[in-house]
């Protein structure tokens, strides 16, 4: 059974950084691409960023490029999120997602496994 732990989140004033985490297990994660995601109140959830697990290729939503690094650790299964100069409108909650196969997606409905996501706050 996947299981997919998100942590890390919090308080953070604009301009700070934060990095999420996410614990992985159940299985091996060589085929499978890794996904952050996020959800402002009242709005849909929305992709973020993306890493195929094998080769580690990354893929960045426009709002985030340049601001957010997505990897990973195999040792720990464990991919990141490392954010930097966060706005306030980043204030959302972060979920870690995966999905079988190579094809980076961009679309929750894409991905297979989700965890239960971890609250950031960008205080203006």
């Known amino acids: 059974q996947v299981q997919l732990v998100e942590s890390g989140g919090g308080l953070v004033q604009a301009g700070g950084s934060l990095r999420l985490s996410c614990a992985a297990s159940?299985?091996?994660?060589?085929?499978?691409?890794m996904g952050w995601f996020r959800q402002a109140p009242g709005k849909e959830r929305e992709f973020v960023a993306a890493?195929?697990?094998?080769?580690?290729?990354?893929y960045y939503a426009d709002s985030v490029k340049g601001r957010s690094t997505i990897s990973r650790d195999n040792a720990k299964n464990t991919v990141f999120l490392q954010m930097n100069s966060r706005k306030h409108e980043d204030t959302a909650r972060y979920y870690c997602?995966?999905?079988?196969?190579?094809?980076?997606?961009?679309?929750?409905?894409?991905?297979?496994?989700w965890g239960q996501g971890t609250q950031v706050t960008v205080s203006s």
């Open positions: 997602a995966a999905r079988l196969g190579s094809r980076i997606g961009v679309r929750t409905l894409e991905y297979d496994y």
């Open positions: 159940g299985r091996t994660f060589n085929n499978y691409v």
């Open positions: 890493i195929r697990w094998s080769g580690g290729s990354t």
